[in-house]
């Protein structure tokens, strides 16, 4: 167990190094928070409110949904598929560790790191710039923190899923770049879940996107009520199981067809 | 004479490399595709909700979408050169640019293409041509040459802010995270202009001019008469940004002093 947390302090430390590139990712942020600040408002116009959400609801939504994605984001994927095209990964399954456990403390790492320099001030940056509510509630301050560690896992094990395949694709950074626009849509980032159509939200039931944002940002606005709000987090953690099945089932079958080119 | 035959040799050259890696190309068209379709959505989704954004039906938002795309594709296929300050300047590629008998832009440029971007051109065409039938818009026989005019102006707005930032890299040597930026502040005019408050609006139409690339040009074809005056500066103002920023494009290669080594 220690090794794995000596890894996410490495990496925590090493994204340390480099925070001054950080800056700028906050103010781009800042700059999407803030069109869809004017875009939901003019949406609202003079209407109260729109599925049970009121204007700023939303864009306490839009902000956190933007600062949380600055938690969970990281391109694991897009590192799992360099060290596989570059044979790289030959060694990492000769060593002594499990390589997507690895993986993902080194994602938990860079999450951590972002939470404390990104998200956080950033929060408190876009507060003092546009209205949002913050909940004065404990208890939702807790939930929301929950959903945000099962919302990291489930793009974690995306990210993994998507890294592997790399094994059967060879080049798959198209493959990488849809998944993202995909996940942005799915997962409520852009709108939440709510505001699709009936048929769409009874599909996107059976998928584990909206666990990624759509759950937390509706905890953090509490716009979810009571059992709704076990309900959705519950639905996180089934996903987080079932979605182990995938992956360890291509993580067995990728390391016996695994062909390292060059290396 | 000379710049368009080495254009065309360039391209030739790029689509030759290109085409040997077909799948490649392939799966890049559909995943620039696919962004334009989730944004595409996204207006759907918000207009199942309201009938009017700011006195802007659905159809018209769609339409400035679509408009908004052209321009794009084109500055995107051409003037992408949001990585010049790291590529150019910092591995001393620079210093082969200017041994080139042509302009150095002009020589980046060429380098730079990304062809498959204009693929963009169509489907924004398709979207325009969607939304302007359900809006029963009328084409008049000079209505063509307006939307070239128009799209050119817009693609050198976009094309002046990204030299303009390219150059001060010969000056200053940290202005690299300033480019992505700019990508996210150009979304902001993709929508009517008059959703901003007025800070926002002005800097939109003097200072950043994206407004010039989607709304301003996309109202003279929704038959928007109050917007007519900025539909037609869109030239105008493509012109002056971009002949401002080809000026400090060359007063910074003056100052270029290559990376050492």
């Given amino acids: 167990m220690g090794k794995y947390i000596e890894m996410i302090r490495i990496r925590f430390l090493m994204m340390l190094a480099y925070r001054t590139n950080y800056y700028s990712g906050i103010l781009i942020y800042s700059i999407n928070i803030g069109a869809y600040y004017f875009l939901w408002n003019a949406i609202y116009g003079d209407k109260g409110s729109i599925e049970g959400m009121s204007a700023l609801q939303m864009t306490s939504y839009i902000a956190i949904a933007w600062m949380a994605r600055a938690f969970y984001f990281n391109n694991i994927d897009r590192e799992i598929a360099q060290e596989i095209k570059e044979g790289k990964v030959a060694v990492e399954l000769i060593r002594p560790y499990n390589y997507l456990l690895m993986k993902t403390m080194q994602g938990l790492g860079e999450g951590i790191f972002r939470l404390s320099f990104f998200s956080f001030p950033g929060m408190v940056i876009v507060a003092l710039i546009f209205p949002i509510a913050f909940s004065a509630d404990p208890v939702t301050w807790l939930l929301f923190a929950v959903a945000l560690v099962f919302s990291f896992l489930i793009n974690m094990q995306i990210n993994l899923l998507t890294g592997i395949l790399t094994f059967f694709f060879y080049n798959n950074t198209g493959l990488i770049r849809a998944k993202r626009v995909i996940i942005d849509l799915f997962s409520g980032l852009l709108l939440p879940i709510s505001f699709f159509p009936g048929w769409a939200q009874q599909i996107m039931n059976f998928l584990p996107f909206q666990g990624i944002s759509y759950v937390p940002s509706m905890i953090f606005t509490e716009s979810f009520s009571g059992s709704e709000v076990i309900h959705a987090v519950l639905l996180q953690i089934v996903w987080v199981f079932i979605l182990v099945l995938p992956i360890q089932t291509l993580w067995l079958i990728a390391r016996k067809q695994l062909v390292v080119q060059g290396g | ?261």
Wanted: hydrophobic letters at 55%; glycine letters at 6%.
């Fill in chain 2, 1 to 261: 004479m000379k710049y368009t035959q080495l254009f065309f040799q360039y391209a030739a050259q790029y689509m030759k490399t290109r085409l040997t890696y077909r799948t490649d190309m392939v799966v890049e068209i559909v995943s620039d595709l696919l962004s334009q379709a989730v944004n595409f959505i996204f207006i759907l989704l918000v207009f199942g909700h309201t009938s009017m954004i700011s006195g802007w039906s659905r159809e018209e938002i769609i339409f400035i979408y679509g408009f908004f795309l052209v321009p794009f594709a084109i500055f995107g296929a051409f003037f992408n050169i949001w990585d010049f300050n790291e590529r150019y300047i910092v591995k001393g590629e620079m210093d082969r640019i200017l041994t080139r008998p042509i302009h150095s832009l002009f020589q980046i440029v060429l380098e730079r293409m990304e062809l498959e971007s204009l693929f963009g051109v169509i489907t924004g065409i398709a979207v325009m041509f969607y939304a302007g039938s359900r809006l029963d818009l009328t084409i008049a026989w000079y209505d063509p040459f307006v939307f070239v005019l128009l799209v050119l102006g817009g693609t050198l707005v976009y094309a002046s802010i990204f030299i303009l930032i390219a150059s001060i890299s010969f000056w200053s040597d940290s202005p690299t995270s300033i480019m992505p930026m700019m990508y996210n502040i150009g979304n902001y005019g993709r929508y009517p202009v008059n959703i901003y408050n007025s800070i926002i609006r002005f800097l939109l139409t003097w200072i950043l001019p994206f407004a010039f690339v989607g709304v301003y040009p996309a109202a003279y074809f929704l038959g928007r008469e109050n917007w007519y005056l900025y539909a037609f500066l869109t030239p105008v103002i493509g012109l002056v940004f971009f002949l401002f920023s080809i000026f400090m494009w060359n007063a910074g290669v003056t100052k270029y002093r290559g990376a050492g080594n």
